[in-house]
């Protein structure tokens, strides 16, 4: 049962980061990147929703911060 727990926990770590490379690949700003760092599910469902992550820039996005 700890298994569970743990796993979600580093799946929230990875989602979270990945919400703030998000932020930070569209606004470049600190103030935004803080805020998304308090808010970031609400974030990324939004980014979702407004299709800023379609047409594979969901993974180009983290590929970006690697070249």
């Known amino acids: 049962m700890s298994n569970t727990k743990r796993d979600s926990g ?6 979270g980061i990945y919400a703030l490379m998000v932020s930070w690949y569209f ?12 808010f970031w599910p609400i ?3 939004y ?6 992550l379609s047409h594979g820039m969901w993974k180009e996005i ?5 070249r």
Request: proline share 3%; net charge negative.
């Open 10 to 15: 580093i799946a929230y770590m990875l989602l």
């Open 27 to 38: 606004n470049h700003s600190i103030i935004l990147l803080i805020i998304c760092y308090i």
């Open 43 to 45: 974030y990324l469902v």
């Open 47 to 52: 980014e979702i929703l407004s299709g800023h």
């Open 62 to 66: 983290p590929l970006s911060y690697f």
